[in-house]
Antibody
């Protein structure tokens, strides 16, 4: 079974770029009909879909975040990445990576935007 | 961008049955929206209970089922247990990508 683990800095300064890594084990991010996704959840709020990358490398982003978000990958490392530029306090959240189908998710990593 | 709608809160009695729904402002929800249902308990990561409308994970209790009902995706809980008290989110495929509903807070009381 695929397992996913998020990692990255827990603290990012305003206006900087948030960068996270999702390490995947038990399956290849470049094979099959799978999407590799990022979602986030601010404290006390609901889930927000950020975007995803198909196994062929094609990406799709939330229109509200599209101008600031990039999802990329390193197939040799079996990792995919999230970058969010020009962050503000509103980007403070727990970030989760996952695979769809069938909806397997990591445990999440808290990123705080603060000076 | 389309909005995904869910009941903000529902209450069910222990042993009772409740249906949570997930709609779209663009029209009827179909299997082509690939509905997902997530359960999230306080302090925990969300976990997928149902994907692609009605497919369960190995950890999904048998009392949960997914379907399409009246133009919406539906999550039915039959025989509610106290441990089912949680937030439930649906996720739909939309023209712009994927969109979460605002979540339903389910109380078992």
């Amino acid at each position: 079974q695929v397992q996913l683990q998020e990692s990255g800095p827990g603290l990012v300064k305003p206006s900087q770029t948030l960068s996270l890594t999702c390490t995947v084990s038990g399956g290849s991010i470049s094979r099959g009909n799978f999407y590799w996704s990022w979602v986030r959840q601010p404290a006390g709020k609901g889930l927000e879909w950020i975007g995803r990358m198909y196994s062929n490398g094609n990406t799709r982003y939330n229109p509200s975040l599209k101008s600031r978000v990039t999802i990329s990958r390193d197939t040799a490392k079996n990792e995919f990445y999230l970058e969010v530029s020009s962050v503000t306090a509103a980007d403070t959240a727990v970030y989760y990576c996952g695979s769809e189908p069938p909806g397997l998710w990591g445990q999440g990593t808290l990123v705080t935007v603060s000076s | 961008q389309a909005v995904v709608t869910q009941e903000p809160s529902l209450t069910v009695s222990p042993g009772g049955t409740v249906t949570l729904t997930c709609g779209s402002t663009t029209g009827a929800v179909t299997s082509g929206h690939y509905p997902y249902w997530f359960q999230q308990k306080p302090g925990q990561a969300p976990r997928t209970l149902i994907y692609d409308t009605s497919i369960k994970h190995s950890w999904t209790p048998a009392r949960f089922s997914g379907s399409l009902l009246g133009g919406k995706a539906a999550l039915t809980l039959s025989g509610a247990q106290p441990e089912d008290e949680a937030d439930y989110y649906c996720l739909l495929y939309q023209s712009d990508g994927r969109e979460f509903g605002g979540g339903t807070k389910l109380t078992v009381l």
